[in-house]
Nanobody, 118 residues
């Protein structure tokens, strides 16, 4: 069982920045960031595997950077040039297998951290 704890969310004005963190009890396989806005489906933001291979959703467009510190069992999401449409609950997720693009590929999830951009 993998436990994931997100932190770093908050409220910022458009154009601002936030850095999200996800601390994992076991760091392996693939880690990903998803987000969900009210009334919307959960969508993939970015993934990184233990080898450091990265996938970014198109809407990231160089604004967000995923990274990891395996010594700390922690994944990060540096978000810059934030827009109101980035508002939502951001979740950290873990897959024991290769990275995937769909929610069902990920077995373990954090409780989420709220990001609000006004």
């Amino acid at each position: 069982h993998v436990q994931l704890v997100e932190s770093g969310g908050g409220s910022v004005q458009a154009g601002g920045s936030l850095r999200l963190s996800c601390a994992a009890s076991i760091y392996s396989g693939c880690m990903g960031w998803f987000r969900q806005a009210p009334g919307n489906e959960c969508e993939l933001v970015s993934t990184i595997n233990v080898a450091g291979q990265i996938y970014n959703a198109d809407f990231v467009k160089g604004r967000f950077t995923i990274s990891q510190d395996k010594a700390k069992n922690t994944m990060y999401l540096q978000m810059s040039s934030l827009k109101p449409e980035d508002t939502g609950m951001y979740y950290c997720a873990h897959s024991t297998d290769a990275c995937g693009l769909v929610v069902g590929r990920y077995t373990y999830w954090g409780q989420g951290t709220q990001v609000t951009v006004s």
